[in-house]
C-alpha cells in the first residue's frame, strides 16, 4: 500500500489560557472514528512520533501553526497530549475558542505505511505521525 495522509480526531479534555495549554486525547485505540478516508480503527502501537516536538495546527493548515508538543503519552488506551500555544493572536484565538468550546477537537494528519481494509473499516497498523491539529468538529464524540 502506498503511504496516504489521513487525519483523525477526538475532542479536548483541557484548555488552560493562564498556562498555555491545550491537552487531549489525540488517538484513541481500537475505538472507530470517521476520517478523511472514511471508518478507520487506530491499533494499539500503529502510530510512530518521529519527534516529540511536532506542531500544533489550526485545521491542519500547515501556515497556521498554533504552538508545538510539549508532553506525549501513550496507554492502554490512546495517545495523550499537552501543547503550549504560541502568544501570538491566532494563539490567543485558539485558546479561547478552545476554552469555550468553539474549537474542541485535536485531529492528527499521520503518513499510513501499512492498513488492512476489514468490511467498512480501515484499521491502521503502521503510520507515522506528521501534526496534529484544534479542530471544530472532532471525528469521535465518545473520547474523554
Known amino acids: 500500500m502506498d503511504p496516504k495522509l489521513l487525519t483523525f480526531s477526538g475532542t479536548?479534555?483541557?484548555s488552560d489560557t493562564t498556562r498555555r495549554v491545550i491537552a487531549g486525547k489525540i488517538?484513541?485505540?481500537?475505538?472507530p472514528g470517521f476520517t478523511s478516508v472514511g471508518k478507520v480503527?487506530?491499533?494499539?502501537?500503529s502510530i510512530a512520533i518521529p519527534n516529540e516536538r511536532f506542531k500544533l495546527l489550526l485545521e491542519h493548515d500547515p501556515k497556521s501553526p498554533l504552538g508545538r508538543a510539549i508532553n506525549v503519552q501513550e496507554t492502554e488506551s490512546g495517545i495523550?497530549?499537552?501543547?503550549?500555544?504560541?502568544?501570538?493572536p491566532r494563539g490567543n484565538d485558539a485558546l479561547i475558542e478552545a476554552s469555550e468550546s468553539l474549537r474542541d477537537g485535536l485531529?492528527?494528519?499521520?503518513?499510513?505505511h501499512k492498513s488492512?481494509?476489514?468490511?467498512d473499516t480501515l484499521f491502521l497498523q503502521?503510520?507515522?505521525?506528521?501534526?496534529?491539529?484544534?479542530?471544530?468538529t472532532p471525528a469521535l464524540v465518545s473520547v474523554s
Do not use: C, M, W
Not at 488517538?27 to 475505538?31: D, M, S
Not at 480503527?41 to 502501537?45: C, I
Not at 495523550?80 to 501570538?88: C, D, L
Open 27 to 31: 488517538v484513541p485505540f481500537n475505538e
Open 107 to 112: 485531529s492528527v494528519g499521520v503518513l499510513v
Open 126 to 136: 503502521s503510520a507515522e505521525l506528521q501534526e496534529v491539529s484544534l479542530v471544530h
Open 12 to 14: 479536548i479534555e483541557a
Open 116 to 119: 488492512v481494509d476489514r468490511g
Open 41 to 45: 480503527v487506530f491499533e494499539r502501537g
Open 80 to 88: 495523550y497530549a499537552q501543547f503550549k500555544v504560541s502568544e501570538t
